[in-house]
Structure formats: C-alpha cells, structure tokens
C-alpha cells in the first residue's frame, strides 16, 4: 500500500468510532425522549415523537448541514407553502396579538394535557419580545420588536414574513422555530393574521 493510501485507511479507521459514538449519543438523547413522555399514549402524540425527515438529517449534523443538504432542505421547505385563499398575506393585527400570546394547544403528557376546545396559538412571546407591553417574553429568537418600522411592508417583504412563518427553514435549514404552517399548527389566515401584527404601523409592536 502506497503511504497516501495507508494515510487514507488510518484517517478512516480513526474516524469510524466517532461516528459510531455520535450515533449511540444520538439514539440514547431519542431514547430518553420518548421515555420522559411515556405517559403519551394517543397516536397522534406518538406521531410527534418521532422525528421526521427534515429533523433527522438536522440532528445527525448537529443543526449545521453541509451545503448540499441545507439546499435539500430549504428547497424542499418551499414545495408545500400555501397561501390564504383570498391571496392577503396581510391579516388582522389584533388577531395575531392574540395567537402570539396564546401558549396552549397540543400539549402532551400528564402535567397540562390539552383539553377538549383548547385553542391552538403561536406562542411567539415564548420565543420573541414583539410588543413592548408584553414583558413575558424569550430571546430564543431575535426581537420582533418594531419589525415593521425596521423592514417596512412591501409586497416582497410581507411575502418573506408569510413564508418565514409558514416555514422558517424555507430560508434556515434547522431554525429552531416551529414550522406553523407546513406541520399544519396555524392556518395560512392565521398566519397572515401574525404577519400583520409584526408588520402593520398601527400594531403594538410598531408603536
Ligand atoms: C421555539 C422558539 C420560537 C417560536 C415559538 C417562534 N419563533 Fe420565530 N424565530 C425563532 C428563532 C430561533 C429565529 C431565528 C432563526 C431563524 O431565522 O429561523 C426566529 C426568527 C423569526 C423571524 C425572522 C426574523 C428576522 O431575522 O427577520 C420571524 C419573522 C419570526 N421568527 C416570527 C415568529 C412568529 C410570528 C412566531 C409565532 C407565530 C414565532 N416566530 C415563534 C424561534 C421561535
């Protein structure tokens, strides 16, 4: 064997047991998931545990895909964007005020269970400070506070806001923010309803 040979054959070699720990790690972190929500039992929550593609191949490369999977994923990101049937992607503030503030809807496990009519909502303040009035706010995301002074309205850019929230790794490939529209969680009017309260003037997170 030629020594670039042997060098290749080593440097594989070394690499083989990082892999094969990375996949352990891996399998016990989803191990250890669906043990902390054992008291799951309906389908669709059992459905929800379990990761779908997307997630997956966001996990075995640890949130950062090199370029060829990162184009697969926002590539495949878009092909499921709908938009509300009347074609406005700019809805009614004061109703996205309130889906961004509600945290209820799909609950799983034995502490809050959902309950029959709980509203679903975006629960953006878990994430984001939109309105400064509302002080119950994450930074997991950037703040939302006077997006629509800082980017305007525009056509294009209310169609970017409708599309980040349909599908934020239509743009991010592994964002950690919730797919709304494309897992079905908020309906395109909603949606438009949430980009109006990020973006219209009269919007508290513009005042
Ligand atoms: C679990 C946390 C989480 C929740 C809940 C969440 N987001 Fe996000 N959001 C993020 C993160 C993290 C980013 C930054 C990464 C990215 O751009 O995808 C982000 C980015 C954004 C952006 C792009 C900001 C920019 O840089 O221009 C918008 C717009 C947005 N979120 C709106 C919303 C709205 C509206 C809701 C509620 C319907 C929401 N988010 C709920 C985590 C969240």
Redesign the pocket.
């Known amino acids: 064997m030629t020594p670039r040979l042997c060098l290749i054959g080593g440097l594989i070699l070394a690499a083989l047991p990082a892999v094969a720990a990375d996949s352990d790690v891996l399998q016990r972190a989803e191990d250890a998931m669906h043990r902390s929500f054992s008291t799951a039992t309906e389908e669709e929550w059992r459905t929800r545990l379990a990761q779908d593609e997307v997630q997956a191949l966001c996990s075995a490369h640890h949130n950062t895909p090199p370029p060829e999977i990162a184009e697969r994923i926002v590539a495949q990101s878009r092909t499921n964007i709908r938009y509300p049937d009347d074609g406005k992607l700019l809805g009614n503030w004061k109703e996205?005020e309130k889906?961004?503030s509600i945290g209820t809807g799909g609950h799983i496990g034995k502490i809050q269970p959902d309950r029959a009519g709980t509203r679903r909502g975006?629960?953006?303040y878990?994430?984001?400070t939109m309105a400064t009035k509302e002080v119950a706010a994450?930074n997991?995301?950037?703040t939302?506070t006077g997006?629509g002074k800082r980017?305007g309205s525009s056509p294009e850019t209310v169609k970017f806001?409708y599309e980040?929230?349909w599908n934020?790794?239509a743009?991010?490939p592994c964002?950690?923010?919730?797919r709304?529209g494309a897992n079905g969680w908020?309906t395109p009017e909603e949606?438009a309803h949430?980009?109006a309260?990020?973006l219209d003037p009269e919007s508290p997170v513009n005042r």
């Not at 964002?175 to 919730?178: A, E, L």
């Open positions: 996205g889906l961004a975006g629960n953006c878990a994430c984001h994450g997991l995301g950037p939302l997006y980017l806001v980040k929230v934020a790794q743009f991010l964002s950690h923010m919730p709304f908020l949606i949430a980009v309260f990020l």
